[in-house]
């Protein structure tokens, strides 16, 4: 069964940073691509940043240029940097993955990150 393992999360002051990791059981070339949600209490989950296989990235306006997204391919494994972190990017973070031709959507269990003022 493949899988999307979350790691990294914790509790940071404002201005700190944390990175966090998504291992996938499978080739992440499996995957068209991959990408980091976060949902807030009471707020839907919104994208954070993704990643193709071919490098191109994107992200929420409301993260750029503090977090970078970078997959690692001989480990099977997407990170997202976070820095300048502030109380707002408090959420429990989700990793994706995506595959276009039939629709496959995974998600990991999530891994709460807790930014304090």
């Known amino acids: 069964q493949v899988q999307l393992v979350e790691s990294g999360g914790g509790l940071v002051q404002a201005g700190g940073s944390l990175g966090l990791s998504c291992a996938a059981s499978?080739?992440?070339?499996?995957?068209?691509?991959m990408g980091w949600y976060r949902q807030a209490p009471g707020k839907q989950r919104e994208l954070v940043a993704s990643?193709?296989?071919?490098?191109?990235?994107n992200y929420a306006d409301s993260v750029k240029g503090r977090f970078t997204i970078s997959g690692d391919n001989a480990k099977n494994t997407v990170y997202l940097r976070m820095n300048g972190l502030k109380p707002e990017d408090t959420a429990v973070y989700y990793c994706?993955?995506?595959?276009?031709?039939?629709?496959?959507?995974?998600w990991g269990q999530g891994t709460q990150v807790t930014v304090s003022s």
């Open positions: 994706n993955a995506k595959r276009h031709y039939d629709n496959y959507d995974l």
């Open positions: 990643i193709t296989t071919g490098g191109r990235t």
């Open positions: 499978v080739s992440i070339f499996s995957f068209n691509t």
